[in-house]
């Protein structure tokens, strides 16, 4: 642990750092508000922090740079997420007032929007459909012979299948099918419709219905997308944090990987954390960069992530903050359905 001061004086290194991105000299620490002592203390205890690794010096005549450890005291000391600004808070109560629609155009745009907050990357992973529960199912009377059956899931998505009839059906018989089917499936995974045994469930219907029904199952037992669903918003902001053009190359390179992309932020919250830096985010090619996420919740369930993905002289305070409120509106616009 540092004492007051020294912690004090890496929190101002830190901070001029992230500002400016070159080396922060003992004298710009000293005239500092929140240092209270002489250039020569500064200098000192700027030494002694790079002896304990949290500073680093480029060369011998540059000031002192974070390192990782550096900045992981610096987040720890954050506390957590703090308040939005209020042009911030604006804007995202403004989005989330306005959107509607498939549930896939809505996570695209909130990748989006987290990006135009941050100005980082954002990524932000879709619900898995197949732990998802169906919440309602209808069936849409599209011809006499072609049903439409719209199941409405627990994580927000919807899901349509076409449900093809061998003869012709009158709306009735398919409104009393749509009754039965939503006693039987609801509340059940897309898993678990898939092991229903039609037979038993048509017991006591009418033939007509049970036809229906038989059609029904058959359409919902094909296939389901169950691929994780990750979309990624404001590359080009990313790509303007960095200086060296191969670490921006493998940047992207590893944002056009899907899975690997999903499972950097499934590990980093597995381990407890809202924040991965440098090399804790387990992948080499990510040394010169930071993730903040957060998990958002549909129902009270986890459905996803959200985060940003940024240098690691990231603004952390803000990520941390736009993170955090786009993730709990999210997940309230979801479950609202």
Not at 37 to 56: F, I, P
Not at 146 to 173: C, N, P
Not at 257 to 286: H, K, Y
Not at 324 to 329: F, G, I, K, L, S
Request: proline fraction near 3%; glycine fraction near 8%.
């Amino acid at each position: 642990m540092l004492d007051e001061r020294k912690a004090t004086i890496l929190r101002a290194v830190v901070t001029e750092y992230i500002e400016t991105a070159q080396p922060v000299g003992s004298g710009h620490v000293a005239s500092s508000t929140q240092v209270n002592v002489s250039s020569a203390t500064v200098r000192n205890d700027m030494a002694a922090l790079e002896a304990e690794g949290y500073l680093a010096q480029p060369h011998t005549s540059a000031g002192r740079i974070p390192t990782e450890k550096g900045y992981r005291f610096f987040v720890d000391q954050l506390g957590g997420p703090g308040k939005l600004g209020a042009s911030e808070s604006q804007q995202v109560r403004s989005f989330f007032s306005h959107t509607h629609g498939e549930m896939e155009q809505m996570l695209a745009d909130t990748s989006r929007l987290l990006s135009s907050l941050t100005r980082y990357a954002a990524v932000v992973v879709g619900p898995q459909h197949e732990v998802a529960t169906i919440k309602s199912v209808q069936l849409v009377s599209l011809s006499p012979r072609i049903v439409l059956a719209v199941l409405v899931l627990s994580s927000g998505a919807i899901e349509k299948h076409s449900v093809e009839l061998s003869t012709d059906t009158e709306e009735l018989v398919v409104n009393a099918a749509a009754v039965r089917l939503a006693s039987v499936i609801v509340g059940q995974t897309l898993a678990a419709v898939a092991t229903i045994d039609p037979e038993i469930s048509l017991t006591g219907e009418a033939s007509d219905v049970a036809t229906v029904l038989r059609a029904a199952f058959v359409s919902l037992r094909g296939d389901h997308r169950h691929d994780d669903q990750v979309f990624i918003g404001g590359t080009s902001d990313m790509v303007s944090s960095f200086d060296a053009v191969r670490t921006v190359s493998e940047i992207l390179r590893i944002l056009e990987q899907q899975l690997v992309v999903v499972s950097l932020l499934e590990d980093v919250l597995d381990r407890g954390l809202s924040v991965a830096i440098g090399r804790e985010t387990g992948n080499e090619a990510l040394a010169d960069c930071s993730i903040v996420v957060a998990p958002y919740m549909v129902d009270g369930e986890t459905a996803g992530s959200i985060g940003v993905l940024g240098p690691t002289r990231m603004h952390y305070d803000q990520a941390l903050s736009a993170v955090a409120v786009v993730a709990t509106r999210l997940g309230h616009s979801l479950s609202e359905g």
